[in-house]
DNA sequence: CAAATTATGGACCATATGGTACATATGCGA
DNA sequence: TCGCATATGTACCATATGGTCCATAATTTG
């Protein structure tokens, strides 16, 4: 493919595109401006454009980075942890770390919420990155369920599914404003229900 | 105040306020546009100005309209209720209703997600409105625990909190597009972490 | 009826928006 | 060295945006 023939890019495209993916993630989608993109990702809007074809395939983009990123955090996450239970455990708490400042939430729940089902392409990839996290969170569980800390006669399934729904909420309680005791309140009875 | 001197309106502030804060509710604060709402709110833009001061006093008055509505609507089903708990159970499953075609999720709820701590004013708007339906959640966790459905020493404040946490992540998940199947699944999971 | 008071219609505005066109620059291979 | 292929800078564009201004219309009060 890129045979490198031509003039060579003067911008870094992965270091471009992390950018972008932090900018949408601060802003959301349309709140984004070309303005906004270009400041942050040290092109011109005619590379840009060159480069990743406009506003809404670059958005996709990023939003595929980001799942990318953190399924694989959330892999890894699981693979160290001590017990699918501890990993769940950390996971939700994770939401404390940066609930002082301006959380951003989570990029692909955002989308989801600014978008729905309009734009369909996006509601696709928004739903395609939810079903990667749900995908982890059930073999978190299922560890969980063999180690003894879940029973086992409950749907995996359906228990990640919940996870992740909690997960998004307690965000959004974050973005607005609740303090760190609340949040913590919430996971315990979240966490409780695991348990159930 | 208004001694009705002057020319009369010939629109209904009510009304107009109510086509309002449904634009809102189904395409967001900022991709609302003013044509957007003189359309909806059958007024002119001198009209609109001279009446809500401008896009975000409009706004505003409209996520207070919203709360109120909410809110009594709350408190009216707590009240019919058979049961504290019945009245929770139906309160989750109310999002089963739009869960089909383009649900809109909660205004209070996509505003946080949104604007997060930008605009201040609305950010307390956002949090005061918040603080209000978890208040009507909590008399009916409070209820619940009086009829021996959700066990007396478990902290009715943060119960609450949780109710409202995971509305909002249901409807986030309705809205990115889970099928009825997954949300039922879901909300029997939130249900079950009242009674652990 | 006239004055006071409020409402409305429509023109106008500065700026922002996402996007395109095209000339020019910069590299690689023959 | 020359041409090909890709990248970049600049100018440009149509439209949308939230908002203001002011002349005019419709009431009530004196």
Redesign the interface.
Known sequence: MNTSIGRPLEFDPNAALEAAMHQFWSK?Y??TTMHDLLGVMNLSKSSLYQAFGGKQQLFRRCIGRYADQFAAQLRQGLTDAPSGRRFIEDFLHSVLKDAGG????CLV??T???I???EPEI?ED??HS?ERFRAVLQAAVERAQREGDIAPER?A???A??L???????K??A????DAR?LK??I???L??L??
């Open positions: 959301g349309k709140h301006a959380p951003r939430g729940m955002n989801a919420s600014e729905g089902q309009g509601a928004v739903a939810i749907d399934r359906i228990l599914s919940y992740v729904s909690s997960m998004s909420g307690l959004t309680q973005k607005a404003g609740a609340t309140g919430i315990s009875v979240i409780g229900a348990s159930a």
